[in-house]
């Protein structure tokens, strides 16, 4: 159908009558077609769509009742409108027969011309608007289907051959192409439903690709160069095509190309573009799917990476704290073990003598020496558990005890520098820990307390059970952190030494006591001094740590 004017059948025996209503129609812009029985009728509407037929119901052969039957039990010809145009039916019950068997009107002979035309038209717009309402609801059903079928699938490839035959299935095509474009517009891939011979290699589809991008516009039966060329070159009379779009970015271009000139109208864009639309969001669906189903591929492998990564950098710097606190040790150690040796020596020596003077060896002297070579092997134990880096096994810590060997770590760097060591130790159970980190988390705490004394003070070191949590306490009267300082305490290569300090201490500290369950709670007043907290769990089933501290923590301490 090439014109847009109203296509109308005439069925009538008689000539004139037919002839008459002919000339009316015409007259009226109608283009009419004619048959003179109703075995034509049934012939002409069976090869052509009508959008009326106007027919007499007393023909020869076959009647106008029997042809409407006949038009009404098959599909193309089930919704034509037919007005019965006779002189014959006078009475109510043929025209409820005709009417019944579907007819759409009578009109009886004679008629008014005014009144067959205007007739004429009320029935065809009416078929029109049916037919319209049809197809639009048609389209509804087949993009609810083609949504339900694109959904389905999240494999790039697998949705875009469904969303080619979607689109030639439901538009009439010879076949169909979909083009990709990455986000800069260069082409990205090209996928054709039925491989064309000619497009067998990567340059023909290159160039077939480059031909679509060229097309500006979404519209079809171009008369561009670029848009008859691609025709001619494939063989193709019809093209149609809707561009896709994502959040205003041009993601790609769906066609559909046909060997018949006329194919496609705006019913078939309107559908083509509605399948964009849903092929878009489908395609985009799937690649985020590929995206995230690639890093969730990869996560574990990185996560795994990066955790040994994070594990090793975490024993370098424990491993560099400890050398570094053992740096800081080195000076009192060498202080520690030559007064014992000392006494040894001058032991030995006077022993020397009075063995080659024949008097007999004072007693009394060597179990001195004896006392001093115990006290050089009680530190060499402390300091060879210290440095230990390789020990990394849980055990039932005694805290008091672990505590007590730190005071001996550390007791002539207190000396030196006049701080004075106040003890309250309350009885503790046994917690499961790892020895040498909880170690170096207290010996840590006392050197960073006798720093902050320069010129002496007073070191409170008390222990408590505060619920299901010991609680190791560290108060100084020293200079105290300012609260900037406080909130960035914890954070590593964070010091407020300048270049004596390393910035690792405190943030590793805290990392271990972490890992044991617990946590460090810090309290300073600027010019008055700093208290530490260690929070550590009793049990595995500890509940969650108190935020205020215990009252008992703050009473008095007695001297050691």
Not at 176 to 203: G, N, W
Not at 369 to 380: C, Y
């Amino acid at each position: 159908m090439t014109s847009k004017s109203p296509q109308i059948l005439v069925a009538d025996d008689e000539v004139p009558a037919l002839n008459l209503v002919r000339r009316i129609m015409e007259r009226e812009g109608f283009e009419v077609a004619e048959a003179r029985n109703g075995h034509e009728a049934l012939e002409m509407t069976a090869n052509q769509p009508f959008d009326l037929v106007l027919m007499d119901v007393n023909m020869p052969g076959i009647d106008g009742f029997e042809v409407i039957k006949q038009l009404r039990e098959h599909e193309e010809t089930s919704r034509v409108p037919v007005i019965l145009i006779t002189a014959h039916a006078t009475t109510s019950g043929d025209v409820a027969h005709g009417l019944g068997l579907g007819a759409d009107d009578y009109i009886r002979k004679p008629f008014d011309p005014r009144e067959l035309a205007a007739r004429a038209r009320t029935k065809i717009k009416a078929y029109h608007l049916e037919e319209s309402l049809k197809r639009r609801t048609e389209e509804l059903e087949a993009l609810v289907h083609i949504g339900e079928e694109l959904n389905e699938s999240l494999d790039l490839d697998a949705l875009i051959r469904h969303i080619l035959e979607a689109a030639a299935r439901e538009i009439p095509a010879d076949n169909a192409v979909l083009i990709l474009y990455d986000r800069d517009l260069a082409f990205k891939r090209l996928s054709i439903l039925e491989e064309i011979p000619r497009l067998a290699d990567d340059a023909a589809r290159c160039t077939l690709a480059d031909q679509l991008k060229d097309i500006s516009s979404a519209g079809w039966e171009d008369e561009t160069d670029t848009t008859r060329e691609l025709l001619h070159l494939y063989g193709y009379q019809s093209v149609a095509w809707a561009t896709l779009y994502h959040h205003g970015r041009k993601m790609g271009i769906l066609a559909l190309v046909h060997r018949e000139t006329g194919v496609y109208d705006d019913d078939a864009l309107r559908l083509l573009q509605s399948i964009a639309k849903q092929a878009t969001l489908a395609i985009r669906n799937a690649e985020l799917y590929e995206e995230q189903r690639d890093y969730a591929e990869n996560l574990e492998e990185k996560v795994k990476a990066r955790t040994a990564e994070l594990q090793a950098a975490q024993e370098s710097l424990i491993r560099s704290e400890k050398l570094a606190s053992l740096g800081r040790l080195s000076a009192g150690i060498a202080h520690e073990f030559n007064n014992p040796l000392q006494a040894i020596l001058t032991c030995l020596n006077m022993a020397i003598e009075d063995i080659t003077g024949g008097a007999p060896v004072d007693l009394e002297m060597l179990q001195v020496a004896e006392q001093h070579v115990s006290r050089i092997s009680k530190i060499t134990r402390g300091l060879l558990t210290f440095a230990r880096q390789d020990e990394h096994t849980y055990e039932q810590i005694d805290l008091n005890a672990l505590l007590t060997e730190t005071f001996i770590l550390t007791r002539k760097q207190m000396q030196n520098s006049g701080v004075v060591l106040e003890i309250d130790l309350e009885p503790l159970p046994a917690i499961h820990a790892i020895a040498d980190r909880l170690r170096q988390v207290f010996v840590n705490l006392t050197l960073n307390a006798i720093e902050a004394m320069p010129e002496g003070g007073t070191l409170r070191v008390g222990t408590r059970v505060s619920g299901d949590f010991a609680v190791i306490f560290f108060e100084d009267t020293g200079v105290g952190i300012t609260p900037e300082n406080q909130a960035r305490l914890f954070e590593p290569f964070f010091s407020t030494k300048g270049e004596n300090g390393t910035g690792l201490g405190l943030s590793l500290s805290y990392g271990i006591v972490e890992g044991h369950g617990g946590t460090i709670q810090v309290e300073s007043v600027p010019g008055q001094g700093t208290t530490f907290y260690i929070w550590l769990p009793i049990t595995q089933e500890a509940h969650e740590i108190p935020k205020e501290l215990p009252a008992k923590l703050k009473g008095p301490v007695p001297v050691s």
